[in-house]
């Protein structure tokens, strides 16, 4: 590890949650030491943070780090330095590599990346199905108990479609104490789709992608979860009609959590007549009506979390006409910036909510006992410093990043990350890493 020895670092006037008179917070060996009016001894460093929100740092149960196949479109490194400068401190990346991470190996290789690199724990998601293909159940047992000790388990960017593998998987996860996470879409209700199925759609001359397609899924699979008396895990919800299906499921009493992407509650498919493939995502942008319900569920606790489901892609694989270009947008960096334009601006969250969806829920949902811990001393000192009120014109070439897809691309949004701190050390402060 390149972790550095721990020097007290002082947080100075920072607010904790939004809330309250602004508090020092002293960090040491790890930990948050004291809360208070407190001075800086010699050798502290100080970091000024007057007005600033102090936060949990960010969990991300959704990300691609390309690593290992695909590094001229994001490495563990690059991946991991974009989700430190966005306030994370904990990020799972998918399974969908290139070998897939369907075996301890690939699994163990990603996380000690993850360990070297050190600005961000990687925790490696496991394949459900051998090589994504699924045809038969990975080795979920040996992930698991791996040195990785992989902890969710998913096929995405593919759907677990065989409800038999599908219930063993839960049955499995049981056991396992670990969680399945579905990429839910019916890829028989999917076949040529390429935007969002509506009147624009069927202007540009797109095949439609139907929101039943993952509507239908994510109803099966909550009653398999009923009945395997699993925990599921559902990925990206697009559609309105996602939420009323999860909201009749856990109104059952059924296990089961539910992420949304910030692209989802920001962007909408009338972005589309450019034809620009950055705009290109699995599942696809949807409607206005859509990013309404999907912020009002996730204010309401229908929907969990926020999960970025960065998908960085390279450009000479990207950058291609619409129907040939792989879908998916960078999402670390920008996270926190379209949560507070979508959820905090909007009143639908004050920043202790915004604390659940980036940091507490995605930290109980994986089950990471010193991630989305709250603010107080002894706790472990992974934190996200916000400054709530400045803003930031993004620009893809200036993230850290291989690929620059960012949808935002001259956009100005507002919140930026100040500082990002794991087990008490700096891993990004004012738009560097450390
Ligand atoms: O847009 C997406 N990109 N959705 C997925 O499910 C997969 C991902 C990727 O791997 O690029
Ligand atoms: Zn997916």
Aim: hydrophobic share 40%; glycine share 10%.
């Amino acid at each position: 590890m390149t972790q550095g020895p721990t020097t007290d670092i002082l947080i100075r006037q920072a607010r904790l949650y939004g809330e309250g008179d602004p508090v020092d917070v002293r960090v040491a060996d790890g930990v948050i030491a004291e809360i208070g009016t407190l001075t800086p001894g010699s050798g502290t460093e100080v970091l000024e943070a007057a007005g600033q929100v102090l936060l949990p740092g960010f969990v991300d149960l959704h990300t691609h780090l390309r690593e290992p196949g695909r590094e001229d479109a994001e490495t563990v490194e690059t991946g991991s330095a974009a989700a430190a400068l966005g306030g994370y401190t904990a990020v799972f990346a998918m399974a969908n590599t290139d070998p897939v991470a369907d075996n301890a190996v690939v699994a163990e290789h990603v996380w000690r990346r993850g360990r070297e690199t050190g600005l961000v724990d990687v925790h490696p998601v496991g394949a459900v199905t051998v090589g994504l293909a699924g045809e038969r159940l990975a080795e979920m047992g040996t992930m698991a108990r791996s040195a990785a000790g992989v902890r969710m388990f998913s096929d995405d960017g593919r759907c677990v479609a065989d409800p038999l593998l599908m219930r063993r998987a839960l049955e499995y996860s049981t056991a396992l104490g670990v969680v399945v996470a579905q990429h839910a879409e019916d890829s028989r209700l999917t076949v040529g789709a390429q935007a969002h199925e509506g009147e624009r759609a069927a202007r540009l001359g797109y095949t439609g992608w139907p929101p039943s397609a993952e509507e239908s899924v994510v109803a099966r699979d909550c009653v398999l979860a009923r009945h395997a008396g699993a925990r599921l895990h559902v990925c990206h919800v697009s559609a309105t009609g996602t939420v009323d299906v999860l909201d009749w499921a856990k109104g059952l009493g059924t296990a089961v959590s539910a992420e949304v992407t910030p692209h989802h509650l920001l962007l909408t498919d009338e972005r589309l007549n450019t034809h620009d493939p950055v705009n290109k995502v699995n599942p696809p942008l949807r409607t206005d009506a859509d990013t309404t319900r999907l912020r009002q569920a996730l204010a309401d606790g229908v929907l969990d979390c926020v999960a970025t489901d960065h998908a960085p892609h390279a450009v000479q694989d990207k950058d291609r006409e619409w129907a040939a270009a792989p879908p998916g947008m960078l999402g670390l960096q920008t996270a926190l910036s379209v949560v507070t334009h979508t959820m905090v601006r909007t009143g639908l969250l004050d920043w202790r909510g915004v604390a659940r969806v980036l940091s507490e829920r995605p930290a109980e949902i994986a089950g990471l006992p010193d991630q989305g811990r709250p603010l107080s001393v002894g706790e472990p000192a992974n934190l996200a410093l916000v400054d709530s009120e400045a803003e930031w014109t993004v620009h893809g070439a200036e993230l850290a990043s291989v690929a620059a897809n960012t949808p935002y691309e001259g956009m100005r949004l507002p919140g930026v990350v100040r500082a990002t701190l794991l087990r008490g050390r700096l891993t990004s402060c004012e738009g560097k890493t450390v």
